[in-house]
């Protein structure tokens, strides 16, 4: 880059007087922008440009900024600008604008709640009246009447309010009633839910009735249950006969069935179980338990009955080494989880996932 050599006095007198007849005038501003040579060598010749301007004699003073469209409106029309909306002057609360405000909320039927109300406004009404209910008081309103959390139930009526709901034909339990009243506060005025439904005269719904099950229904099925040998009650089947009969023991006598006894297992009786459910195919997982109770263990239990262990599969783990290697592949080129089988049956051949990778050519991870 060739270093620039500096004007001379004349030469700068002389692009001075052609800047200001070609501009209309000199300044720094214009220098800078259309002659920087001159600008520099000006500092070399003269004490300042205004020397400069004089010694040139040229007026001092720089050319006018006239703007191209006209003006900052003009530009804006030239350039499909709107006028950008003025700023809204900043209301200054004071005491007779902040109770004009809560009067035209109440005139309005809006809410005067503090959790509810403009944040800005409860705030100056506390700056200015030290509370929000000192507020409302100044503009004519009760406090309490406007507040959304409302004085605890008393027993009278929480009373009420159950007679009414059982009139409007609503199942009085907990699930319905915690919409409409805390059940922690019933509980510690009556003691329970149940308790305060009956000291309402009212008729407690434990659970929602089942549509599934009829009473008829009901008693057919525990029949056919007991020709099968089948003793034992399904969660939906259990919670439909209390909800009919109360509990099982009623169900039965219903249903003309011995009712039972609840016995604690023998060897003979578990042993006799265990064959009984072999046959049908069951793994007698509910009696697990007593097995190892009376036996030790499972296992135990089962030769004792002659029914054969189940059988379990080993999984991957017991995999060799050539299909743990195209398992490992698959997964890797379709991006899912390896697994903890498959995991552990690469440790157990390969001694580690690197070492298995490795071996199946797929890049560690």
Known sequence: MTRQVPLSRSEVIARLR??????????????AKHDRPVLRSVRGHFPSLEAA??????????????????????????????????????LRWDRAIIVHAIADRVRKRQTLASS?????????????????????????????AVRLQRSPY??????????????????????????????ETVRR??????GAVRAAGAAYVRRKPNQKWSRAGLI??????????????????????????GGAHAARVAAGLPTLA?????????????????????????????????????????RAAGVPATQRTRGMVAWDKPALLAELRHRIRTRRPLGRGLTEGLRRQFGSLTAARARASVPAR
């Open 116 to 144: 509810r109300a403009p944040a800005r406004l409860v705030a100056a009404a506390r700056w200015h009246f030290g509370s929000w209910d000192a507020a409302l008081a100044a503009a004519g309103v009760v406090a309490e």
């Open 53 to 90: 301007l004089r010694a040139a004699r040229v007026p001092v003073g720089g050319p006018a900024e006239v703007s191209p469209a006209g003006g900052l409106a003009r530009a804006r029309v030239q350039a499909g600008v709107r006028r950008p909306e003025r700023r809204r002057s900043v």
């Open 154 to 183: 008393t027993r009278t009526e929480i009373l009420a309010l159950l007679r009414r709901l059982a009139r409007d034909g609503v199942e009085l339990r907990s699930s319905t009633l915690k919409a409409v009243v805390k059940l």
């Open 18 to 31: 052609d800047h200001a007849a070609r501009y209309g005038g000199v300044s720094p501003a214009s220098l």
């Open 189 to 194: 005025l009556f003691g329970s839910v149940e």
């Open 220 to 245: 057919a099925e525990l029949r056919s249950r007991a020709r099968q040998g089948e003793v034992t009650l399904t969660r939906g089947l259990s919670a439909a006969v209390q909800r009919y009969f």
């Open 262 to 302: 609840r016995v604690a297992w023998t060897k003979a009786s578990l042993i006799e179980e265990l064959q009984r459910r072999a046959r049908r195919g069951d793994s007698g997982r509910t009696l697990w338990t007593a097995c190892k109770r009376l036996f030790g263990s499972v296992a135990a239990a089962r």
